[in-house]
């Protein structure tokens, strides 16, 4: 069976699958009750939660693929079976509602939620779910910012997942108790703010006749400001101020690229490292991209995706923060050593997607 999510249909050339889903779903993995608590999430079924509006309720679908005979090129055919259907008229209240629901079948969902290092927060995604922040730390030296750590209440597992330990929640004790009850309740309905646009940040200057003028004359630009020192102030979207075209492997929401590295192969092709975003349930990926339609005649291009926490996704962005133009493909063959590095990064990390593609 296969272990890796693919998100194009190379029967159809397409990213479309049979089967329908609704507007808002959530794709997740789930575990056994009786596998090891401490096993890889790479090893859970995939499933996916579909979201009806009258009545407000969800319906866990699990994922089944046929199996395939050792060394098959075809995509298995993917069938839903219909495992739970929950009542959730507030979608906040949900973990609690599909934890017991999916215990009573004999699964245990795998997702930041229900992991130890994951920690809630008084605020909402905007799909209305619960929003925390992973605190795993690991041994990156720096100290991932907010923005990056939020991370949905159903966002993917990462390689670093631990199941926590549910401990019962006190009942208010008095009139005060649960005043701030409400008061946490109304602030949780609140979504954070969007993560900054480089292409908000840049100015129209080059697009005046000023503009055009003083590159005709190539007068020399002025000189640039200071990176800030803060992270905060460094990581910013690279994709635009649109949604996008990449879909998220976990929910219905678009990818946004964080940063990008451009190294050569030992072939001369053009291999680039990236890291990505989810805008709705701020799930991290790095996306290892190699295009050899250059050398070939087949327009091959090779991509794998791996699910990061956002300590590695900081870390993977601190190397490429010190490379001038790391995202130019110019001076590819100068940074062996930078690939070197990534390569050995990414021998630690759980695949979630490989997909060769071939056009022409």
Known sequence: ????????????????????????????????????????????????????????????????????PAGASDEPHAQAMPLERIVVPDPADLLPALTEALARAGWRLVTCGVCAHWQPAPSRTSDDLRLGHCRWQGDVMHTAPSTLTAQSVLAMACAHWRLAVQEPLAPAADALHADALHADEAAARQTPAPMRKRAEQETNERWTLLGQLRRWLRATPAPAAAPSPLWEDRIVERSGVGAGTTPCFACQGRIANLGALAVATPEGDKQTFSIWRCRTCYTCYLNDWIDRWERTDSLETEERYYRLSPAEALEVLAVIDNIIDAEHPARRHERAAQRDWMLAFLAGQTLLSHQIRQGR
């Open 1 to 68: 069976m296969r272990k890796t999510f693919q998100p194009f249909n190379l029967n159809t050339m397409s990213g479309v699958f049979p089967g329908t889903r609704t507007m808002v779903f959530q794709r997740v993995r789930l575990a056994r009750l009786d596998a090891p608590v401490l096993a890889r999430p790479g090893e859970g079924r995939w499933a996916r939660i579909l979201w009806y509006a009258d009545p407000r309720a969800c319906v866990v679908e699990l994922e089944e693929r046929d199996e395939l």
